[in-house]
């Protein structure tokens, strides 16, 4: 994907084959800016400030982090230290313990001068299969926006709704939920896109529609509470969504506000699609309401909103009255009976377990 026409990941190695770059995302849309992280503790650190977000790419962050580690120090007490700091980061998002073990059992056996090695290719291993999934989940999800464009009678406009951000910015390349609006786009589909403002934090404002915004696609930033209306006044053909952990049950755990926008298009008959990658599956969950960790941030995300005043400078600004306390509830979860479908790098399915089971038959073990 591409910023001012130049073609870029999420997240790369630096120039010294050790340090590791990424897109500072807490400055966007405002400036395009690098971090470089040299630590493991740089690496948690950028996850948890939210630097980088986004389920499958914190969980490239957190292998990259052990990689910094092992260039450190490649010792057992060390590893340890370096996967619990960097695990405690973010408690809801399935792909950074995914990422974090998946590196950790390469490394197990594996004499001290091996290690560094052996987790910088897992890590780079990790971004490039992310991408191809990514790439994947974009061609099934474009199978399903051109049949339901045709059997719309091929408008002049096919509407989409997103929420939060779950496009390249929060994975490596292509995005899960807009990888399809992406290709459908390319593909000369008449796609526009009702982009939610996502509070808090406004990814969907300052993310999504920065991502639509550099490649073209036609996009409209909207208050949270319009999606219901919308879907009232037959203005949303479908809703596309990215899950930071679903179940094996298919039960899907995303942004805090996913939940009523299933609920509005259940009560609508508007199709709910959410895309992701097998590594956002949490096989050993089957209780999505029940069972997953929700993620509560500091208040100030809430009471505090930046943007850009006239002069050009930027500005954080406190919304609320003095002493009134905000609570920050990061997630919710959308049980699977209103998901109309997932869309996997596999293919799509319902969400249930035995539609995951199809697509995924190795884990029945």
Avoid at 74 to 100: M, Q
Avoid at 256 to 262: F, P
Wanted: glycine fraction near 10%; charged fraction near 20%.
């Amino acid at each position: 994907m591409k910023i001012n026409g130049t073609a870029m990941r999420t997240i790369w190695l630096g120039a010294d084959g050790v340090a590791v770059e990424v897109i500072d995302q807490t400055r966007l849309p405002f400036e395009v800016a690098t971090v470089t992280l040299r630590s493991w503790r740089e690496a948690a650190a950028a996850i948890a400030d939210m630097v980088v977000r986004g389920a499958p790419l914190i969980g490239a962050v957190g292998a990259y982090g052990l990689a910094l580690a092992m260039a450190e120090a490649p010792d057992d007490a060390h590893l340890a230290a370096a996967h619990a700091g960097l695990l405690a980061t973010r408690p809801t998002a399935v792909n950074l313990a995914w990422a974090l073990d998946d590196v950790c059992r390469r490394l197990a056996g594996l004499s001290p001068a091996d290690r560094a090695a052996v987790a910088y290719a897992r890590a780079a291993a990790i971004c490039d299969e992310d991408v191809a999934s990514c790439e994947a989940i974009g061609r099934h999800g474009l199978a399903v926006i051109r049949r339901l464009w045709e059997e719309k009678g091929r408008p002049d406009r096919f509407n989409v709704l997103t929420h939060c951000n779950a496009g390249w910015l929060a994975c490596i390349d292509w995005g899960t939920a807009l990888s399809p609006v992406y290709m459908a786009h390319a593909a000369g589909i008449p796609v526009h896109v009702w982009v939610d403002e996502t509070r808090p934090r406004n990814q969907g404002a300052s993310l999504t529609a920065f991502e639509l915004g550099q490649h073209g696609v036609a996009h409209t930033v909207i208050a949270d509470n319009v999606g219901g209306h919308l879907m009232q006044h037959g203005l949303v053909d479908m809703v596309i969504v990215g899950s930071d952990r679903t179940t094996a049950a298919g039960d899907v755990c995303n942004k805090i506000g996913t939940y009523l926008k299933a609920l509005a298009a259940h009560d609508n008959g508007v199709p709910f699609y959410v895309a992701l990658p097998f590594s956002t599956i949490d096989w050993t969950l089957s209780d999505g309401v029940g069972e997953i960790p929700i993620e509560e941030r500091d208040g100030r995300e809430l009471s505090h909103l930046r943007g850009r005043a006239a002069d050009g400078r930027l500005l954080t600004v406190d919304i609320l009255p003095p002493g009134s306390r905000a609570a920050n509830y990061g997630f919710d979860v959308t049980p699977a009976r209103l998901v109309t479908g997932l869309i996997t790098e596999r293919g799509i399915t319902e969400a249930s377990r035995e539609g995951l089971r199809r697509l995924y038959p190795e884990t029945a073990r």
